[in-house]
């Protein structure tokens, strides 16, 4: 079974969510000796040089300088002049990777827009920004054989531009920890967020609840803040609580030491896919507050934590403090069930053998 995996970077040499995906997947993928798998990508270096079933195609990467849209479409055309002459292989495409001569192509095409941001905007300045990508993304699905969704809301905003049989439900995955020793205080609650410090991840809404809290004097909350973006030095400037802690940028070892010193995950996100980071947090046992979007339903319920209305500074609130009310084996409770739920459909084993189950119903 051939493969020809697309995308505008892999993780670490690019950052992201899609990158990530692509470079964990891709690494699953490879461990079946029935796949074979050229992967397209704009790195200089090759990356999975110890899987002797994955080519590795560097393309010329785009000018980040210039205009963003044109310039993926020119890194699509040049994808597109090697998969032109690749007619026996299964297409698979991160994002806008495939989009040049897409309808010209004989493969099968498999999309992955992941979040399906632009259809998410929130305010009238981003959905006037957002607009081209939708009429791009709607080409797309319409040229792709089959469209992934993570699942959830997700699914919706998909049925309503194409048909449900092109729709191919494959979550994300995370990988099983190494083993640990939970580094935690049952009369000390840490409350971890990591994301990109944007207005649609919700940090501001985090920090208002924050500050309300501790006027109320619920001083026994730490909350530990992961990640940099545009909100990082004013928001730090503004909250200056001994109890709120800016980490800045996070590496990977970091990550692992945070996931196990906190209590409980939050992130009160406006849009989303299926967030690498809250099923990070389930795999080290965590209970979660997420925001109801994207499809987080699919990972977050009663049974583990809390899924908010977005936006909803009242809901919260009112979650972390039904979180602090619970008795610390109600608290390990709901973190043995996040653990529970990921192990059981998201580990990377599962979620690649679920791909190549598919990829290999369409060969």
Not at 30 to 45: G, R
Not at 145 to 157: A, H, K
Not at 231 to 260: C, H, M, W
Not at 356 to 361: H, M, N, P, R, T
């Amino acid at each position: 079974m051939k493969i020809a995996f697309c995308t505008d970077g892999i993780f670490p040499h690019a950052v992201g969510g899609m990158q990530r995906h692509s470079r964990l997947l891709i690494e699953e993928l490879a461990k079946s000796p029935d796949v074979q798998i050229t992967v397209f990508h704009p790195h200089s270096e090759k990356i999975f040089k110890n899987f002797p079933n994955v080519e590795e195609i560097m393309i010329e990467d785009i000018d980040k300088s210039k205009n963003y849209l044109l310039e993926n479409y020119k890194y699509s055309k040049r994808i597109f002049e090697h998969l032109k002459n690749m007619p026996e292989y299964i297409i698979y495409s991160q994002g806008l990777s495939v989009w040049s001569g897409i309808r010209h192509l004989p493969n099968k095409i498999i999309v992955n827009p992941h979040g399906l941001e632009p259809y998410q905007a929130i305010g009238y300045k981003n959905k006037i920004v957002a607009v081209p990508f939708k009429i791009i993304f709607n080409r797309i699905f319409r040229y792709a054989d089959y469209v992934v969704s993570l699942g959830g809301l997700l699914t919706n905003i998909l049925k309503i531009r194409i048909s449900e049989k092109k729709i191919i439900n494959l979550p994300n995955g995370t990988n099983i920890p190494a083993e640990y020793t939970r580094q935690t205080d049952d009369n000390h609650i840490n409350i971890f967020f990591i994301s990109r410090f944007a207005s649609n991840k919700g940090i501001d809404i985090l920090l208002e609840v924050a500050d309300e809290l501790n006027r109320e004097g619920q001083s026994n909350i730490t909350y530990i803040l992961g990640g940099k973006g545009p909100l990082f030095e004013p928001l730090k400037q503004k909250y200056t609580a001994e109890n709120i802690r800016f980490l800045g940028f996070v590496s990977d070892e970091q990550l692992s030491v945070l996931y196990i010193k906190s209590d409980l995950f939050v992130l009160p996100t406006l849009f989303e896919g299926m967030p690498t980071v809250v099923l990070e947090a389930m795999s080290y046992k965590l209970p979660v507050i997420v925001s109801n979007v994207g499809a987080t339903a699919e990972l977050v319920d009663e049974s583990n934590g809390w899924l908010i209305s977005k936006n909803s500074k009242s809901e919260l609130k009112n979650a972390i403090l039904r979180f602090i009310s619970l008795t610390p084996q109600q608290r390990t409770g709901l973190g043995e069930n996040s653990y529970k739920k990921f192990a059981e459909n998201f580990t990377w084993t599962q979620i690649a053998q679920k791909h190549i189950d598919f990829f290999q119903s369409i060969k």
